[in-house]
């Protein structure tokens, strides 16, 4: 490799890093736990669950496949096959669906607006909504 | 010369797409990152590139990406690597017209410009913004998979040119 090949991958790499960690302080700082997680299948919000304590409200009703309220552990049609979200700790988790890499699943966790969990196979979206703002989109509409 | 070239381009397509296959199926299983892609068919690209030119690499990219998409992706997937494929082509075909660098940072311009452009085709299949945030953490894997690519492709061409220069044009 040549001097500017290093160059070149030393300043790819120094704004990876730079982009990755602000990614990082940004959703540990963004964190919330009196939100909303909104769950959308093929761009429409099928269903919402309330971070405080997990309450679910049901938007769509042919697409919530099923709801435990007890394990809090909520089903919902994707494009492949039912995708499994959990409540857990003031956020959700996908746990099961079906798609060739199961990305979906190693997303983890999340109650930061700014990490939205993507089933791009099954065409689902879970991204998390702040309690302000789902007051002011209220008072817009 | 010509049935020769088209021959060995044909060889060589048939070659990426094996080796897109092997890395969707077989590899997936050996990391726990299902994100993380080697891009082992980028190789052929890149030989291809700069051997035979940048039309004849452009081929073989959409010929790969529509062969697979028939035989094993869907619709979605072959929008992804479509957008991918598109950017990462140009940011390679950019580079490597700069004699400043070599093919090693062809192909990690090649392998950002893949997870780029996914990203954004993404964001726009899904609508959804919030997967920009993603960008980071495909990026930081993009620079160790496009330098193993690119010495690959680099070994590769050497021994072309030294071992098989009957296939060269």
Request: proline share 3%; net charge negative.
């Amino acid at each position: 490799m040549r001097r500017n090949d290093l160059l070149l991958i030393g300043l790819v790499l120094a704004i990876s890093f730079g982009l990755f960690f602000a990614v990082q302080m940004l959703e540990a700082r963004s964190r919330v736990e009196d939100g909303s997680a909104e769950v959308l299948y093929q761009g429409v919000m099928v269903l919402s669950i309330d971070l405080e304590d997990g309450t679910p409200t049901v938007h769509e009703e042919a697409y919530v496949i099923e709801i435990d309220e007890d394990e809090q552990v909520y089903v919902v049609e994707g494009t492949l096959g039912p995708v499994t979200i959990a409540y857990e700790d003031h956020g959700v988790n996908v746990i099961d669906q079906t798609s060739p890499r199961d990305i979906c699943e190693h997303q983890g966790h999340t109650n930061s607006p700014y990490k939205a969990l993507t089933c791009l196979p099954n065409d689902v979206v879970i991204r998390i909504r702040r309690a302000a703002d789902e007051d002011t989109d209220g008072i817009i509409q | 010369m010509k049935t020769r070239r088209l021959t060995f381009l044909a060889i060589l397509l048939a070659m990426s797409i094996v080796l897109n296959i092997v890395e969707r199926v077989a590899l997936g299983g050996f990391t726990n990152l299902p994100m993380l892609r080697l891009g082992l068919a980028n190789i052929v690209v890149l030989i291809v590139l700069y051997v035979y030119g940048t039309r004849d690499a452009f081929a073989v990219l959409i010929l790969r990406i529509a062969l697979v998409s028939l035989l094993y992706a869907g619709v979605i997937a072959f929008a992804l690597s479509l957008s991918g494929g598109f950017l990462a082509f140009f940011l390679m075909w950019l580079f490597s017209r700069m004699e400043r660098f070599t093919i090693v940072s062809v192909s990690v311009m090649g392998a950002i410009g893949h997870a780029v452009g996914q990203i954004m085709m993404a964001m726009f299949l899904l609508e959804t913004e919030e997967i920009i945030f993603t960008l980071p953490i495909f990026l930081l894997m993009s620079v160790p998979t496009g330098i193993f690519t690119g010495l690959v492709a680099r070994r590769l061409i050497r021994l072309m040119r030294e071992k098989m220069p009957i296939l060269r044009y």
